[in-house]
């Protein structure tokens, strides 16, 4: 059977892409050696800017965000 509305399978893999973010964005521990690459960081969070399915994600996530403000009158 062919796939006729995509909208819930796009909706599924943004919701499962804003957790994965939501899970990322904890604070490590910061490293502090001889061995260590603070530059590893920094070219993580780029890819997350370079990825299609993350920016998007970003988007509708600050989208999100302002229809609660929006909901809850603190906008």
């Keep these: 059977m062919p796939l006729t509305n995509p909208a819930p399978v ?3 893999n943004l ?3 804003i957790k994965q973010k ?3 964005t904890k604070p490590a521990a910061p490293r502090k050696g001889l061995l260590s690459s603070a ?3 920094d070219r ?3 890819d997350d800017i370079l990825n ?3 920016r998007v994600a970003s988007y509708v996530e ?3 965000q ?3 403000e929006m909901k809850n009158g603190t906008a």
């Design 10 to 12: 796009v909706h599924q």
């Design 15 to 17: 919701q499962m892409a």
């Design 22 to 24: 939501q899970e990322s």
């Design 39 to 41: 530059k590893q960081a």
């Design 44 to 46: 993580s969070e780029q």
């Design 52 to 54: 299609p399915s993350r």
């Design 62 to 64: 600050i989208i999100m």
């Design 66 to 68: 302002k229809r609660e």
